[in-house]
């Protein structure tokens, strides 16, 4: 447990919509925040006189923040003024935020306690001479909060979290953006008074924002502390991973003392050097493990002290483990991919089957359809650069050709896509392989599992073909993760759920 609080952040243009917000925000918050600029001009008398009528128990924290300092709208100096002097004495108000121009050029208004807040939306350095200028206004609260491409972006803003303990100063650092997420979960264990929350997910006032549902009852932000352990998921992009909902699941069955988090890396040495490693590390976060995802499960293993044989076999590491400050890799995708298949369709010795996509995913089915003793081809689209696998694993190799429907896999008993086809995005409304061009095959089994339901499920069932969904390695595969971590037995049906209430 710690004494920090989430503080959802409120804006609507209307009065009407802002109550209503607020009826909604008290199920999570502790604080709310009233973006007074997101009001309408004309709306912002009628929206004061609705908060009295409503009788409101949650406690308010005060923001009318002016466009050049990130807010809503053109604000001018004089309506400022005059909003300040007359809130003032708002009933319900824990705090008002004030941006730093204020805090001088008002040095005479009776408002307290004040949060002084600084926002900077394209990044910079200089951040500890700006905490010293918001120091000096003897503010109960400095809120700074940065842009960040990369996480090592988000540490400078973090340490100020050091600078402001030794001055007893209280802190809110938040890096704004996916790759600075952590900073919004891990901030109250470390000292921060406050984390900002999203209404919902769609609603953010700010870049990665995490909506209250989610800070309270996926990362349990409160009853995080210094000591509790760290995992996450370290690729990109990562946001739309089902992973975190999964792990803390598992986490929370178990009632351990650690958390899952999403970990937007696009310069993986750097995340080594500034998150992880004992010498050099900045930030003590203290992390026992981590995910691997695209485009660093390659990557990765020049840096790990220890590799598993099976990983090293594949070429890729999805899971990391962390033992005495050592690097420990393991790969769980062929587990992940096999454990399925094998419970659907059995004994797998002499099965013929068909591998459409020849990337990292490819080769663990490939790995793991070799071992169980199934004659394995590989189907790419670019036989150059599928021959390195084919050749090394020893299995044959023909070309996949999408729009050529002659093609036609009625000769083996398993197709598995392992291609992005089908994929939410741009993919998400192609096959890799039609109806007509599966028919008498024994299962078909699509890695990708968002959407739940593929183009291609779809033309296995019109070609009436058993099929196997993605869903079912992503959990194994991390029931395997959650077992290398924790020692400790995995509650499949519950990640399972979890994942699946996520992408439904
Ligand atoms: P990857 O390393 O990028 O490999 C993708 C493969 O698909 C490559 O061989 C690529 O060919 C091929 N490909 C891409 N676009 C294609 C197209 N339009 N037509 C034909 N082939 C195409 O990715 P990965 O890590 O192997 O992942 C592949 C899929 O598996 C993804 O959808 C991923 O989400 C899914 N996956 C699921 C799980 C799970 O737990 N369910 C785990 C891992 C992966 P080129 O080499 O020519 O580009």
């Known amino acids: 447990m710690n004494d920090g609080k989430i503080c959802v952040s409120v804006c609507a243009a209307t009065a009407d919509e802002m109550i209503s917000r607020i009826k909604r925000a008290e199920e999570f918050a502790d604080i709310i925040e009233l973006r007074f600029d997101c009001l309408e001009h004309l709306q912002l008398k009628n929206f004061l006189g609705e908060i009295k009528i409503n ?25 400022r003024r005059k909003f300040w002097e007359f809130i003032s004495s708002f009933a319900n108000a824990e705090y008002f935020d004030i941006e730093p121009d204020l805090q001088k050029k008002f040095a005479g208004l009776r408002i307290n306690p004040r949060i002084v807040s600084f926002h900077n939306f394209t990044g910079l350095n200089n951040l ?59 901030g109250l264990a470390h000292g921060a008074p406050l984390t900002y929350a999203a209404l919902d997910a769609g609603d953010e006032t700010a870049p990665g924002q995490i909506s209250a549902r989610d800070l309270t009852e996926v990362y349990r932000v409160k009853q995080l502390n210094e000591q509790t352990e760290i995992y996450g998921i370290v690729g990109s992009p990562v946001a739309q991973s089902l992973s975190p909902f999964m792990q803390n699941a598992a986490f929370e069955f178990h ?35 981590f995910s691997v995802t695209i485009p660093h499960k390659q990557a990765i293993i020049k840096h790990l002290d220890y590799l598993d044989e099976t990983a090293r076999e594949i070429g890729a590491v999805n899971t990391v ?43 663990a089915c490939v790995y793991a359809l070799k071992k169980a003793g199934a004659n394995v081809t590989i189907f790419a689209r670019n036989i150059e650069k599928a021959k390195f696998s084919a050749g090394e694993f020893e299995v044959e190799l023909r070309e996949l050709r999408i729009t050529n429907h002659e093609l036609r896999f009625a000769d083996f008993d398993i197709v598995v896509n392992a291609t992005p086809l089908g994929m939410k995005g741009e993919f998400q409304t192609r096959t890799p392989a039609a109806a007509s061009q599966i028919e008498n095959v024994k299962l078909v089994y699509d890695l990708v599992y968002n959407p739940f339901e593929t183009e291609f499920i779809k033309e296995a069932r019109t070609a009436n073909v058993p099929t196997l969904g993605g869903l079912s390695m992503l959990v194994a595969q991390g029931a395997k993760q959650f077992e290398i971590w924790t020692q400790m037995d995995a509650p499949a049906s519950e990640m399972s759920a979890a994942a699946l209430k996520r992408l439904k």
């Open 128 to 186: 500890e001479n700006i905490f010293e200028e918001l120091r000096e206004t003897n503010s109960y609260i400095i809120k700074i909060a940065v842009q960040a491409d990369d996480i090592a972006d988000s540490i400078a803003v973090w340490k100020l979290l050091e600078t402001a303990k030794k001055d007893d100063k209280k802190l809110i650092p938040i890096a704004m953006g996916e790759a600075g997420k952590w900073t919004r979960i891990l």
């Open 321 to 363: 483990k962390i033992i005495n400050g050592k690097l420990h890799g393991f790969n769980t995708d062929a587990h992940g991919f096999i454990e399925p298949l094998r419970n659907s369709y059995g004994d797998l010795k002499n099965a013929k089957a068909a591998i459409l996509g020849a990337g990292g995913a490819a080769r």
């Open 255 to 289: 009632n351990l003392d650690a958390i899952y988090i999403p970990l937007e890396v696009k310069n993986l040495d750097e995340f080594i050097r500034k998150f992880i490693a004992f010498e050099t590390r900045e930030v003590e976060l203290n992390f026992k493990g």
């Open 55 to 79: 009788r409101f128990s949650s406690k308010f924290l005060i923001t009318f923040r002016p466009q050049e300092f990130g807010g809503r709208r053109e604000i001018s100096l004089s309506e």
